[in-house]
């Protein structure tokens, strides 16, 4: 039996991140959420993992509103991952 170290927890966490960024339910999210978590969940530390998780735990309609600038973030989600995340999605819109 093998016992699994810090790292491989912090990597299994990065995978599950990103597949349940491809498989939120709502089509314009997840491919938002995928190509996002595919390109930065890779180098997420701890806290960055964390902050991830709490923003996929929220529903589609508020995340996208955020993303879409049609609302302001909520400032208890208005951390450093969600400002790479908005960063992502207006930088693929100029592109």
């Known amino acids: 039996m093998t016992v699994a170290t810090s790292g491989d927890a912090l990597e ?18 997840d491919l938002i959420m995928g190509a996002f978590a595919e390109q930065h969940v890779p ?5 960055e993992i964390a902050e991830y998780e709490a923003l996929l735990d929220l529903p589609d ?13 909520a400032p208890e989600h208005d951390g450093p991952v969600v400002r790479l995340l908005l960063d992502f999605v207006q930088n693929r819109n100029q592109a």
């Open 12 to 29: 299994n966490r990065r995978k599950r991140l990103i597949f349940r960024s491809w498989h939120r339910g709502t089509r314009e999210i």
């Open 61 to 73: 309609l508020d995340v996208y509103d955020w993303l879409v600038l049609r609302v302001p973030v």
């Open 43 to 47: 180098g997420f530390g701890a806290a």
